[in-house]
């Protein structure tokens, strides 16, 4: 059972929100433009106000603290780098922070926010993502001559010759939109400042606390080993905390070192679903060059990625969308091309998945046009240009997204999973059930997706493992949790080595002063990085206790093991010895050449090889011919994640995720209008599913070991949600008999798409 459920579900927590009692509060005045010179701001009257401490504009702060903050993911492509300073002297979004209000309370921050006035010149506005590449919106910067940010390509093989002699050439245009993530919790930050000792202590509702803490660093000119930045209890992230570095994440922990007084800023959701990072938006251009047989030959993509203001993750997210348009398909010929577009919108992060479900839409959607124009069975189709399962490693020739190689499949067997899916869903009857329906003037579809994801990335991680004279064993790394059961997962790691039942274990995660350096949760790398490193530093400890152990009994180490809390001897098992009693024993006694006093170990995982996951969605629609709405009759997912450390975990990931991707196939949209100014800000008109939306899903496992760690796992975070548009708008096409190649497909647009036709 997942450990983490206690204490969550009975208020027993401790969220951002819970910390800083003693704190004063901190309030920002956001820009009402979406693109506007601040001409003048005149704060005298907040700053007059009774129990404001502090009002803060771009001028009042130092230099270290007022740069643009930096790009995380550097690369040659870009040639007009753009980031934000903390605050903003030219306004690039509707509700970019102007001015920082402290106050004894957050009522009378807000108070003196209304006092302040602002005198904006309005500059050209860059909304519409094709109007603005084409040159006729923007520029979305001040000066610039145009508001593209990188122009990019790849190629593998030769594409031009495989179109040339391709049976058949296809085209078509991909769309998907703006949404964002929505995690129950909002960002959150408090600090605390202490001028004696000149230590930083960061409490932040962030899903990479360590990285925030090397930033802050930088952008407040402090000794690193002077920061301390942990993040508690999160309540989820989705990719909307992985942001590195927001505003708010300099300005309190800055505030709080002017004031010397604990700062706290809690987010709530009409200014979340105002400034906090979206999920991309791309329109892609897509040609396939085709044989009779339904083999695709050569895929050519030219896309328009929307950045948002900013470039802060550099070119990630649409990087992730070219490495991975192959899908688990065997194609010899890719070309990609993308160009990256400035708007005058919220800047865009990692959302759960990046951009794999962006690239698998693309794929997918391919797929199904190729079965459509050939006239045969869309299941055929993908079977026939699968990577085989007996031709791993398989090398796509694009590069990847993360580091400096290709994107190389390790493992996997995707025409399986495919197979289970067709016969759990019942694709061969299926034609009569529509058939009946249809003379019930009912409206069903069945479609079906399949997809790749590389997980496990890297750089590395680190893990503590350490067995305490109480008999626990404390385990510390520096990814935090937001929700996905790090603390069953790496207990079980670390109890089984060890010998310790998972309860006795005690994991702790994203926090400074116990992993000083890391990376954080996200790209479904917790169970692979985290996991293996957690494996090498307890099976380091398992081999202290031994030795010690066997100095103490005065026996071999070869013929000792650990169980249930002791070490044994196999020949005796009266001779054993508690590891609590080994713990105060190494404790008081010289550690070996190298090693920590006691029985504990730090060891750091760095990834060799990306472990790719994979698997295949299946779905039965209904749609209503009166309404135009959907309901899903049934949903398979088969998923292969490597070796299932937890079934009930990785079922909650999965169904998690299949959740998610209803919500962007079918409700969440995020719209501006022409000036600029964000149509969707509260949750009448931002739309989510209900739980009465999300069907009973039906998983189905598969575990292909990843060869390239020792516990074979594969990331299983995101899969759920990466195939999910993809079979949704196959089923939807089905059902009404009309060409869909965009998301989200609301009721209204399904309807005017039917009419159309």
Not at 192 to 199: E, M
Not at 334 to 340: D, E, I, M
Not at 536 to 562: I, N, S
Not at 598 to 619: D, F, M, Q
């Amino acid at each position: 059972m997942r450990r983490e459920d206690q204490r969550l579900l009975t208020g027993a927590g401790r969220f951002v929100d819970d910390l800083g009692g003693d704190a004063v509060h901190a309030a920002f005045l956001r820009s009402a433009h979406a693109h506007a010179r601040i001409r003048a701001i005149d704060a005298e009257a907040a700053r007059r106000m009774d129990g404001v401490l502090a009002v803060y504009t771009l001028a009042d702060l130092p230099a270290t603290a007022r740069e643009p903050l930096p790009i995380l993911y550097p690369n040659a492509a870009i040639t007009q780098p753009q980031t934000p300073p903390p605050l903003a002297g030219e306004a690039c979004y509707v509700g970019q922070p102007l001015v920082m209000v402290v106050a004894e309370t957050r009522a009378i921050a807000e108070d003196a926010i209304d006092t302040i006035e602002v005198g904006y010149d309005l500059l050209p506005v860059a909304i519409d993502l094709a109007e603005t590449a084409a040159g006729r919106q923007g520029p979305a910067h001040d000066g610039a001559a145009d508001s593209i940010a990188a122009h990019y390509s790849d190629e593998c093989g030769d594409v031009e010759e495989a179109m040339r002699t391709a049976d058949h050439v296809l085209e078509l245009v991909v769309v998907a939109e703006r949404a964002s993530g929505q995690p129950l919790e909002g960002r959150g930050v408090v600090a605390r400042w202490d001028a004696d000792t000149g230590r930083l202590a960061v409490t932040d509702s962030t899903q990479l606390p360590l990285q925030v803490r090397v930033l802050l660093a930088r952008a407040l000119g402090l000794d690193l080993d002077h920061i301390d930045v942990h993040s508690p209890d999160l309540g989820g992230g989705f990719g909307t905390k992985s942001f590195r570095l927001y505003p708010e994440e300099v300005l309190v922990p800055f505030a709080a070192m002017r004031l010397a007084r604990p700062v706290k800023w809690i987010e709530d959701r009409a200014e979340h679903l105002l400034a906090a990072a979206h999920q991309r938006s791309q329109i892609h251009q897509v040609r396939l060059g085709v044989g009779r047989d339904g083999r695709i030959r050569a895929l050519d993509v030219e896309f328009l990625h929307d950045m948002g203001a900013y470039c802060q993750f550099g070119l990630l997210i649409p990087l992730v969308t070219a490495s991975g348009l192959a899908g688990p398909y065997a194609i010899g010929n890719v070309r990609v091309r993308f160009r990256a577009v400035y708007t005058n919108t919220v800047q865009v992060s990692p959302y759960r998945g990046s951009s794999a479900p962006f690239s698998t839409f693309v794929m997918e959607r391919a797929i199904d046009h190729v079965a459509r124009a050939l006239g045969l069975d869309r299941a055929l189709v993908r079977r026939r240009n699968f990577v085989p399962r007996d031709a791993f490693p398989h090398d796509t020739g694009l590069r990847a997204a993360f580091g400096d190689g290709t994107v190389t499949y390790d493992s996997g067997d995707y025409s399986g999973g495919l197979e289970a899916v067709l016969t759990a869903i019942g694709w061969r009857d299926f034609p009569e059930a529509k058939a009946r329906a249809a003379g019930q003037g009912r409206l069903l579809g069945i479609g079906l997706a399949a997809y790749v994801e590389a997980t496990g990335i890297g750089p590395y991680e680190s893990a503590r493992v350490r067995i305490d004279p109480n008999g626990s064993v404390q385990v510390a790394v520096g990814s935090p949790s937001s929700g996905q059961g790090h603390e069953t997962v790496l207990a079980a790691v670390a109890g089984r080595v060890l010998g310790v039942d998972p309860e006795r274990v005690v994991v702790t995660g994203g926090d400074s002063r116990q992993i000083p350096y890391g990376y954080g949760t996200y790209g479904s790398r917790t169970a692979v990085v985290c996991g293996n490193a957690v494996l090498l530093a307890a099976r380091a400890v398992a081999g202290q206790a031994l030795a010690l152990a066997a100095a103490t009994l005065r026996v071999p180490a070869d013929e000792l093991v650990l169980d249930e809390g002791l070490v044994r001897h196999t020949g005796d098992p009266h001779r054993a010895i508690p590891l609590a009693v080994l713990a105060q024993i190494a404790v008081a006694a010289p550690p070996p050449p190298g090693a920590d006093p006691g029985l504990s170990a730090l060891r750091t995982y760095v990834p060799r090889t990306t472990p790719y996951a994979s698997g295949a969605h299946a779905c039965v629609v209904e749609v209503d011919p009166a309404t135009f709405d959907m309901r899903i009759l049934r949903y398979v997912a088969q998923h292969d994640c490597g070796p299932v450390l937890n079934p009930m975990i990785v079922e909650g990931q999965v169904v998690g995720g299949v959740a998610h991707g209803i919500a962007e196939t079918f409700y969440e949209r995020r719209v501006y209008d022409p000036s600029g100014r964000p149509v969707t800000r509260n949750f009448h008109d931002y739309l989510m599913p209900y739980a009465t939306e999300i069907p009973r899903v039906e998983l189905l496992h598969a575990e292909t070991p990843a060869p390239g760690n020792e516990l074979g796992v594969k990331g299983a975070g995101e899969a759920g949600i990466i195939p999910v548009s993809a079979a949704i708008i196959s089923a939807l096409e089905d059902a009404v008999g009309v060409v869909i190649n965009r998301t989200p497909m609301t009721p209204q647009e399904l309807f005017h798409a039917s009419a159309r036709c």
